[in-house]
């Protein structure tokens, strides 16, 4: 299983929540999450599937800001790893309560074929106002397992 970190930073004098690729230096509040992308496997609920799931947790927060997060399952059977199934987005603010991903939060499903497979997890970073600040801004890649089905 792989770890990540996605910071987001927000900007008291404008008002906007900066991506990593944006921050600028009069920010404040950073919010650092973290985030695990576990090596695809078999399914242990959908008979014949090949999984990837994740996990996250950002820490409270005075400034709450949105953060999306998209499970990948790509398969690696050429070069280069492409996209085999998209799991669904969740989009979740964190605020004064911080916010947790669960596995069933960040997961894709697909048929198995034996082969070579790893998660990927894009991100996305959104204002309270739900205006995008940085779209995509991020995504983390897992390792590349064997799955033999």
Known sequence: MDSFTVTVQFDPKTGKVYAPDD????????????????????????????????????????????????MVLESCFGSPCSAYKTGSSSRKTVGAAGQKWFNQDLNAFATCIPGHYRGRLKFAAYGIDGVAVAYPFYDAVGNTTFVGC
């Open 23 to 70: 921050i600028k230096p009069q920010g404040i509040n950073f919010s650092t999450c973290y985030f695990t992308i576990a090596n695809a496997h078999m399914s242990s609920t959908v008979p014949g599937a090949v999984k990837v799931n994740g996990t996250g947790n950002c820490p409270s927060t005075k400034e709450p800001y949105q953060l999306e997060a998209t």
